[in-house]
Nanobody, 126 residues
Framework: QVQLVESGGGSVQAGGSLRLSCSAS????????IGWFRQGTGKQREGVAL???????KYADSVKGRFTASKDTAKNTLYLQMDSLKPEDTAMYYC????????????????????WGQGTQVTVSS
């Protein structure tokens, strides 16, 4: 059974940084796709970043150049480094396991992702 646990959220001022972690267990395949998503109050869940088992990444336009997704295979942990944070980045952040083929992510749609963590709250004040 796949389990994902996010941590690292908190409250920061605009321009600050946070690093989110996603500890993964139960992933039996060496090829996988992990998505980072967020959901603000009253908003739809949106994709933030994808990282596949080969370390390839893809970012939403709204975070490109500010967020960096990475992985530490030895620690079974994924990271989302968030710099130059803006108030509009305020949301609950989730990591999730998604479909992959030959190590590449197949989809960006939240409903394609099968296992989700509980989320970690990020609040950015102006």
């Amino acid at each position: 059974q796949v389990q994902l646990v996010e941590s690292g959220g908190g409250s920061v001022q605009a321009g600050g940084s946070l690093r989110l972690s996603c500890s993964a267990s139960g992933i039996t395949s060496s090829a996988y796709c992990i998505g980072w998503f967020r959901q603000g109050t009253g908003k739809q869940r949106e994709g933030v970043a994808l990282v596949d088992s080969d370390g390839r990444t893809k970012y939403a336009d709204s975070v490109k150049g500010r967020f960096t997704a990475s992985k530490d295979t030895a620690k079974n942990t994924l990271y989302l480094q968030m710099d130059s944070l803006k108030p509009e980045d305020t949301a609950m952040y989730y990591c999730a396991l998604g479909p992959s083929y030959q190590g590449r992510c197949l989809s960006e749609r939240p409903n394609a992702f099968s296992a989700w963590g509980q989320g970690t709250q990020v609040t950015v004040s102006s």
